[in-house]
């Protein structure tokens, strides 16, 4: 029911800023919480970020609070990270995920992006 495709990723020096973009096609994207994950190599897969689906709660790892932020605008079906104060540990694979279930609860997410690549170099 919901398809979704990231942007944003890129190059960008420790200290820097990005912002990723996660644009979802479906009728029902209002419905689902949104959620941000990222995996670096040799890493386990991370949950970053989270948000309901009216985007009132959000959700942040301690890894990242205070630098990331989630947000959403359901009139234009988009999700959002952005991500400021970046350090090399931030380097990964970042996913946007959506799911029907709790947005602070990795098992919510069952529909994922193909993923956005971020390096921070230092």
């Known amino acids: 029911q919901v398809q979704l495709v990231e942007s944003g990723g890129g190059l960008v020096q420790a200290g820097g800023s990005l912002r990723l973009s996660c644009a979802a096609s479906?009728?029902?994207?209002?419905?689902?919480?949104v959620g941000w994950f990222r995996q670096a190599p040799g890493k386990e897969r991370e949950f970053v970020a989270g948000?309901?689906?009216?985007?009132?709660?959000?959700y942040h790892a301690d890894s990242v609070k205070g630098r990331f932020t989630i947000s959403r605008d359901n009139d234009e079906n988009t999700a959002h990270l952005q991500m400021n104060s970046l350090k090399p540990e931030d380097t990964a694979l970042y996913y946007c995920?959506?799911?029907?279930?709790?947005?602070?609860?990795?098992?919510?997410?069952?529909?994922w992006g193909q993923g956005t690549q971020v390096t921070v170099s230092s």
């Open positions: 479906g009728r029902t994207f209002s419905s689902y919480a």
């Open positions: 995920a959506a799911g029907r279930g709790t947005y602070y609860r990795t098992n919510a997410f069952n529909y």
């Open positions: 948000i309901n689906w009216s985007g009132g709660s959000t």
